[in-house]
């Protein structure tokens, strides 16, 4: 009896962690559109990312309502407790992804109307380090390999990097073309939404490297 409880809790907790695995897999996917329709002026694929977060939403709350029953009924210890606790943070974080994307998703609606005058070349690379940053996070809390949060880190860096250099070339730019002031405006406000994107895979990293380690710690510095 004990094993087939055992049995039975393991199975939920490769659920919960597989659901966890598709609720990033689609915030990853929205970024992806949204950024693609802010890159192409492509209200209809804005809206599509923007529709795409009640499915985040809806992940959000089953694994939640999971985690629960699991601590509730099986009385978790140890590493499995950790795993419990770390998935119901990262939810919560990928979660606020969601919104983030969905912010980059009604930019884009907002910038439609206008061909992009200012260079898309910043944006893209940290929308792809951002989207690189939540793989291998996640694939760290699946693996359990630390060396990918490490990997991480080192990218979240770059993310940084780079919206530190934006900030200044579209501060420049406004400076020099008065006339497209707003278009700058709402890419510096991009760029803060994907570093803020970034800080939240940061989060995760932090709570998969607790649950290996039973450390909690910042890991960026």
């Known amino acids: 009896m004990a094993e087939m409880v055992r049995s039975d809790f393991a199975s939920e907790l490769k659920e919960v962690e597989q659901d966890l695995l598709k609720m990033g897999s689609v915030v990853e996917q929205m970024l992806y559109t949204a950024v693609r329709a802010l890159r192409e002026g492509n209200v209809m694929l804005a809206e599509e990312a923007v529709a795409t977060d009640d499915t985040v939403d809806h992940y959000n709350l089953a694994i939640e309502s999971k985690c629960i029953g699991l601590l509730a009924l099986q009385q978790p210890m140890a590493r499995d407790l950790r795993t419990i606790a770390a998935a119901l943070k990262i939810i919560t974080d990928i979660e606020r992804m969601g919104d983030y994307?969905?912010?980059?998703?009604?930019?884009?609606?907002?910038?439609?109307?206008?061909?992009?005058?200012?260079?898309?070349e910043s944006i893209s690379h940290m929308a792809d380090l951002?989207?690189?940053?939540?793989?291998?996070?996640?694939?760290?809390?699946?693996?359990?390999?630390?060396?990918?949060?490490?990997?991480?880190?080192?990218?979240?860096?770059?993310?940084?990097?780079?919206?530190?250099?934006?900030?200044?070339?579209?501060?420049s730019f406004m400076k020099q073309n008065p006339s497209l002031t707003h278009q700058a405006m709402q890419l510096l406000m991009v760029a803060r939404y994907l570093e803020r994107l970034a800080d939240h895979v940061s989060n995760v990293g932090e709570r998969v490297y607790y649950m290996e380690t039973g450390d909690l710690k910042e890991l960026h510095a």
């Open 101 to 120: 994307v969905v912010d980059i998703a009604k930019t884009a609606i907002r910038l439609a109307e206008a061909p992009l005058s200012i260079s898309f």
């Open 130 to 171: 951002v989207k690189r940053m939540l793989h291998e996070t996640l694939g760290a809390f699946v693996s359990r390999d630390l060396d990918l949060i490490q990997r991480m880190i080192e990218h979240d860096d770059e993310v940084d990097r780079l919206d530190a250099a934006l900030h200044g070339e579209l501060i």
